[in-house]
T-cell receptor, first 112, second 116 residues
Framework: RKEVEQDPGPFNVPEGATVAFNCTYSNSASQSFFWYRQDCRKEPKLLMSVYSSGNEDGRFTAQLNRASQYISLLIRDSKLSDSATYLC?????????????FGKGTKLSVKP | EAQVTQNPRYLITVTGKKLTVTCSQNMNHEYMSWYRQDPGLGLRQIYY???????DKGDVPEGYKVSRKEKRNFPLILESPSPNQTSLYFC???????????????FGSGTRLTVV
């Protein structure tokens, strides 16, 4: 089983739509969770950290379910500028001290 | 401006010709890391460093070397590049372990390497 798995996408949605991405992780010892955004041919950038109680940042809401080892990202009122690849990222302990494990990403395309 | 700077942005080289990709950060970060990104495989860690003179292997270290002689610089060295090292490379840094835990890494703009 891969360490971090995401919906493969692509997700093609109209402006204003609500879209949800899901992610599962295999290492139950994982402690930190993130969503990164990556524009085409650019570097990944932190979108938001994911906390156990769930957290919201404007139109973006992240949820974590430790029992199911499941992370989600909800984007409300999609904008054209939200078009990007969204990477689910997990920090696990016990292996490399400085490693983040990346999912392969889910591509989102928001259309007018 | 706080940033992670990689050079070069693009590089085409031939098999076996040693090359170095430089990485520098101006944020006094302790943690630095190199990742490669390949289609269908995502980002994978090559090497990381927790501080000056402290480096360790990541998940895919074969064919690469690194050094950390100064805090700000973390060069990636390919002694004898091969075509399977054609990839998009990212350098990343973070203040310390706690910041990695809470915010992950800040990435450089990437180096697209082609080995022919």
């Amino acid at each position: 089983r891969k360490e971090v798995e995401q919906d493969p996408g692509p997700f093609n949605v109209p402006e204003g739509a609500t879209v949800a991405f899901n992610c599962t992780y295999s290492n139950s010892a994982s402690q930190s969770f993130f969503w990164y955004r990556q524009d085409c041919r650019k570097e990944p950038k932190l979108l938001m950290s994911v906390y156990s109680s769930g957290n919201e940042d404007g139109r973006f809401t992240a949820q974590l379910n430790r029992a199911s080892q499941y992370i989600s990202l909800l984007i409300r009122d999609s904008k054209l500028s939200d078009s990007a690849t969204y990477l689910c990222v997990v920090r696990s302990y016990g292996g490399s001290q400085g490693n983040l494990i990346f999912g392969k990403g889910t591509k989102l395309s928001v259309k007018p | 401006e706080a940033q992670v700077t990689q050079n070069p942005r693009y590089l085409i080289t031939v098999t076996g010709k040693k090359l170095t990709v430089t990485c520098s950060q101006n944020m006094n970060h302790e943690y630095m890391s190199w990742y490669r990104q390949d289609p269908g495989l995502g980002l994978r860690q090559i090497y990381y460093s927790m501080n000056v003179e402290v480096t360790d292997k990541g998940d895919v270290p074969e064919g690469y070397k690194v050094s950390r002689k100064e805090k700000r610089n973390f060069p990636l060295i390919l002694e004898s590049p091969s075509p399977n090292q054609t990839s998009l490379y990212f350098c990343a840094s973070s203040l310390d372990r706690a910041e990695v835990d809470n915010y992950g890494y800040t990435f450089g703009s990437g180096t697209r390497l082609t080995v022919v």
